[in-house]
């Protein structure tokens, strides 16, 4: 009885529904979890997990600022990214990134991480990742990667 | 002397100087307006007006479910939407949107907006925009797009 008129206190007390509240948090573990995996993907340099947990129409684009300070943009597609992670190189790749702000609506969510990108343990520069992922039936992925570039005033 | 209160005040009790606080706002303001620009543009029905505040290479993703209730992710240019506006219809496309999340970082801004969409007085669909913004030296433009489109569970 006590438990029941716990359930009918929390569901008349909250604004969401149980089941709303549980889902919301698994999917922010879940959303963690994908990004978590790309960028365990970048630092041990494999292409095939970073292909599992990025879209196939995936898009990755960097705002970064020309010699003269002006805000340049380009534009990436998923294989350009995994080629990358791919490729040998002797350093490892090492982005380390904090999470602001995750926004979550049906299928897409949105995410806001500055971060700090290493090669091996030197500096290299820092900004902020925004990822937009889309649940699919084999979980999160990536749909689209936006970050900022630059070498000073890091957040994190 | 009330003034000088309430500025020491704003120095004392915020975590931001005074100047970056107004920095913030007036990008606030601003980034608010392009998207603002954009939903006149739509509700008028005006195409060089949408595309003033599009960046060149702007990017428009939509997730939205299929029959079976499978999310379906679609990549596209702009001109397909600038098409559609700038073609002759007899009702209003007036898309509202509630401003939620407005994240800054340097020349990016990331706007997270539930929004509902009405043709001429009848609702239509709803759903969230995700816009991302770059600074220019003409304003903040939209270079990305990605949104979520149902029928029911509207958030606003």
Known sequence: MKKVLTILTILIFSKMSIAQNIHGSSDTTAIKQTINTLLEAIRIGDSTL????????MIKQRISNDKNGKAMLSTKNSGDL?????TPHTVVY????????????????????PYKFYLGDQFSYCG???FQLMRTADGWKVIYIMD????????P | MKKVFVILAVLTFSKMSYAQ??????????????????????RKGDSTLLRSVFSRSMILQSISTDKNGKPVLSTDNVDGLVKDIGT?????????????????????????????????????????????????????????????????NCIP
């Open chain 2, 21 to 42: 606080s107004m920095q913030r706002a007036s990008d606030t303001a601003a980034i608010k307006q392009t998207i603002n620009t954009l939903f006149d543009a739509m």
């Open chain 1, 148 to 155: 900022t570039e630059r070498k000073d005033n890091c957040i």
């Open chain 2, 88 to 152: 002759p219809h007899p009702e209003v496309y007036d898309e509202r949107v509630v401003y939620d999340a407005i994240k800054i970082d340097g020349d990016l801004a990331c706007v997270w907006a539930p929004a509902k969409f009405y043709v001429g007085k009848q609702f239509d669909h709803c759903g969230v925009d995700a816009f991302q913004l770059i600074r220019t030296a003409d304003g903040w433009k939209v270079f990305s797009l990605v949104h979520t489109t149902r029928q029911d």
């Open chain 1, 128 to 130: 902020v990742d925004v």
């Open chain 1, 94 to 113: 090492d982005e380390k990134i904090v999470y602001d702000v995750i926004k979550i609506d049906g299928d897409l969510a949105c995410v806001w991480a």
């Open chain 1, 50 to 57: 970073s292909r599992s947990v990025l879209s196939k129409d």
């Open chain 1, 82 to 86: 995994v080629k990358v992670i791919g």
